[in-house]
């Protein structure tokens, strides 16, 4: 018995792109419904699985024992991301993809001063950087007066 194309694991997210994408594919090459349901299977697979990689590779990247780059700070008492206030005398930073209440260790590459911080907000938002720091986790980084720093931060397990 052959699966029927909407099995696959993860079509169902695309399910209307491949309907119209199964439409025009059979309508262009003039190929029998059944020949173009066997061959269109095999595309989809093709698709999925190139998917299913490049996502896993997305994943190991995320989850590399080192990452490097700039980081800045920001004072303000707002919500974060994890719904407590932020409070800027606090250890804590925000990154990008690291779940929340993730311990991570930082490093100022400038100085080599470094403290564990606790991710509790979503950010930076400006392009080039991977994290912002509290104003207090930045002053034991020594980099309030530059405003930003090159950094290197690794998860503490």
Not at 49 to 72: E, H, L, V, W
Not at 98 to 113: Q, R, S
Not at 138 to 145: D, Q
């Amino acid at each position: 018995m052959q699966w029927p194309y909407w099995f696959l694991p993860g079509a169902i997210i695309i399910g209307n792109w491949i309907m119209k994408f199964r439409a025009n594919y059979l309508a262009a090459f003039k190929l029998k419904r059944i020949t173009g349901f066997f061959m269109f299977n095999k595309l989809c697979a093709a698709v999925i699985m190139t998917a299913a990689i490049s996502g896993s590779s997305a994943i190991a990247a995320q989850a590399s024992p080192q990452q490097c780059g700039k980081a800045s700070w920001y004072a303000l008492t707002s919500k974060t991301a994890s719904g407590e206030r932020m409070n800027p005398a606090a250890m804590t930073a925000a990154h990008r993809t690291l779940p929340l209440g993730t311990k991570i260790h930082v490093t100022n590459k400038a100085n080599g001063k470094s403290l564990v911080v606790r991710i509790n907000d979503r950010g930076p938002f400006i392009k080039g950087r991977v994290l912002d720091l509290s104003k207090g986790a930045a002053s034991r980084l020594g980099f309030i007066n530059a405003g930003h720093t090159n950094v290197c931060i690794t998860p503490v397990k």
